[in-house]
């Protein structure tokens, strides 16, 4: 999956503190036979945990959910299904580095 979206920020003090995120992004897929598109969206916190003059580096906590329509394919588990689209949900955390 490539994805092609936007970025926005939320900066409570200034820009090299904790700052809330919200990330859309539409996927698309190079795998036609699979999925035909769908959607990121991705809501987080970062905080700064090392700060220097050149760079910060970041904690991020967040939350996902990505949704894939889906071609006429097999069935992904059961032989009797016939999915139109999928969701995943997910939890994480990443390291970010902000020059």
Known sequence: MLRLGGNLKFYFVDDDNVFAYLRYARNITV????????????LGIGFPFLKRDDFNLNLNVFGDINHFDLEDTD????????????????????VGIKF
Request: proline share 6%; aromatic share 16%.
């Open 75 to 94: 069935p992904l588990v059961f032989g009797n299904e016939d999915p139109v689209s999928i969701f995943f949900r997910s939890y994480g955390i990443s």
């Open 31 to 42: 795998d036609k036979d699979k999925f035909s598109n769908g959607n990121n969206l991705r």
